[in-house]
Nanobody, 124 residues
């Protein structure tokens, strides 16, 4: 089975930054649509950012993170990132990367085939 692996989570103070990474072995991530999702305690999983392969790479962001988060990829390294700046306590959640969207809109978690196991982000 394909396994995506996230890294880069941690604890930061409000206003700080983190960069999450997602990679996979034996699987070319960056030919597919890519996305980051998060799930806070007691809440449903929500889309944070997505990067589609159409149009030379189109990005989508949740309104709550626009202007603060940036999704990007490095195809040579087979890795993609979520740069998170000006973090807020409400950004606290488990963050998941996903790849290979086969249906639905880019920020809908139900459309992705491959998932990582998550990395915790805590903002105090």
């Amino acid at each position: 089975d394909v396994q995506l692996v996230e890294s880069g989570g941690g604890s930061v103070e409000a206003g700080g930054s983190l960069r999450l990474s997602c990679t996979a072995s034996d699987y070319t991530l960056t030919i597919y649509d890519l996305a980051w999702f998060r799930q806070a305690a007691g809440k449903e999983r929500e889309g944070v950012a997505a990067l589609t392969t159409s149009g030379g790479g189109t990005t989508f962001y949740a309104d709550s993170v626009k202007g603060r988060f940036t999704i990007s990829e490095d195809s040579a390294k087979n890795i993609f990132y979520l740069q998170m700046n000006n973090l807020k306590p409400e950004d606290t959640a488990m963050y998941y990367c996903a790849s290979n969207r086969w249906r639905g809109t880019p920020l809908n978690p139900n459309g992705y085939v491959q998932w990582g196991q998550g990395t915790q982000v805590t903002v105090s």
